[in-house]
């Protein structure tokens, strides 16, 4: 028998770990309450695909060709048509550009974009503006960005109307494990001292998160902080040149690097300092799941991170790529436990109105809803 749930597919590139393929796993298990859900990756499945393959959850992956490959539109228009998909949510701007180009081959499902990020740095291509405006925005219905920010980019360098783009901030779920083990004892299974004063951060190590910034922050703050350490969790592109670097600077004693670690919000309790030191974010999940745990932060005043930590209140925004400043910020949060602890209370609170899993996935509910209206009743999904 046929499911009456309206036929709802995500299109994303992959489902390895990182901040839009995890809103992406949050999404589908908590929408397919109200909806058929399928998730569609243009390249390689990733490592959460089996995951919710457990789950109940479709995933598909296309193994994308190098270069420009119609035949993913061809694949997803299949696909769309197999399905009567409804709703197709495609995240990131590829992903975006092959799914409208599937609907001139089966035009029936709504097309909603959600961008979550941009290079570094942007450059203008007119031609691809040009496409943007008479080709594929027409086959959308719905633009939505994680921030602000974003959404002045997409009217830069997109040539996208900011007045019909809408922003719907990125949330979390704080973690229902943390706090299991004590802290203490999770401090010293990754080497630390009850002691140490650690920095740290999470996340994929790629040249946007300049990692190198942390690196030399350490460096720059030790003969000052004898007892500073560091812990970098997550893995990437990148990670044997920082690697190297902290070799380099002799700092090897002094920076614990995990890899990948499923379990990597439960080490956010070893950190005494977040710091996110960027060239460019959308609205970064590990940033919001540091604030969830009520962790100090550092971030730097680029993309959507002075959009999520207010200066001097919820915790410190520094200039992008500025060592002094990141110095002087690690000297301050090191000096002052009580600003410390005032900080992250304060962004507990601001993640608590604004930043929640419950908040964003609402306002998805309610969009979902219009853009489906009037064929379909309102989701289930509580929005109060």
């Known amino acids: 028998m046929k499911s009456m749930r309206p036929r709802l597919a995500y299109v994303v590139h992959s489902l390895n770990p990182g901040g839009t393929e995890k809103l992406v796993v949050q999404m589908s298990l908590i929408f397919k309450a109200d909806f058929t859900v399928h998730i569609i990756c243009i390249d390689e499945p990733g490592l959460w695909a089996n995951d919710l393959r457990a789950q109940g959850i479709t995933v598909t992956s296309l193994n994308r060709r190098p270069g420009l490959d119609f ?38 499902p709504k097309l909603l974009f959600e961008e979550h990020g941009r290079f570094f740095p942007e450059r203008k291509n007119y031609k691809r503006v040009l496409f943007n405006k008479v080709i594929i925005r027409p086959l959308t219905h719905c633009i939505v960005a994680v921030s602000e920010d974003i ?19 990125n949330g979390v779920t704080p973690d229902p494990s943390s706090g299991k083990a004590p802290r203490d004892t999770l401090r010293k299974s990754l080497g630390f001292s009850s002691t140490d004063f650690v920095i740290g951060t999470i996340g994929r190590f790629d040249p946007i ?16 902080i004898p007892h500073i350490r560091g812990l970098l969790v997550g893995d990437g592109p990148t990670y044997t040149d920082v690697k190297a670097l902290v070799e380099t600077l002799n700092l090897g004693a002094k920076v614990h690097f995990t890899g990948y670690r499923q379990d990597a919000t439960e080490l956010l309790r070893a950190m005494d300092l977040f710091v996110l030191p960027s060239f460019s974010e959308g609205t970064s999940m590990a940033l919001l799941e540091a604030i969830a745990a009520s962790t100090p932060v550092i971030v730097t005043d680029v993309g959507g991170n002075p959009e999520i930590v207010i200066n001097n209140k919820t915790g410190w925004v520094i200039p992008s790529n500025s060592v002094s400043a990141l110095m002087a910020a690690i000297l301050d949060a ?21 930043f929640t899993t419950h908040a964003m996935c609402a306002d998805y509910a309610v969009l979902y809803n219009q853009i489906l209206a009037p064929k379909r009743p309102n989701s289930s999904y509580n929005t109060h």
């Not at 998160?209 to 000052?224: A, D, E």
């Open 71 to 108: 035949n993913i539109s061809v694949q997803l228009a299949r696909i769309f048509r197999r399905d009567q998909t409804e709703l197709i949510h495609a995240h990131q701007y590829t992903p975006w550009f092959y799914s409208a180009l599937s609907r001139v081959l089966f035009p029936s």
């Open 209 to 224: 998160k300049n990692l190198p910034l942390l690196i030399r922050g350490i460096q720059g703050t030790h003969s000052q």
């Open 334 to 354: 090191w000096s002052n436990p009580q600003k410390r602890h005032l900080f992250a209370a304060a962004g507990r609170c601001r993640f608590e109105d604004h």
């Open 151 to 169: 959404r002045q980019r997409l009217h830069c360098y997109e040539g996208l109307n900011a007045s019909s783009t809408r922003v719907i901030y």
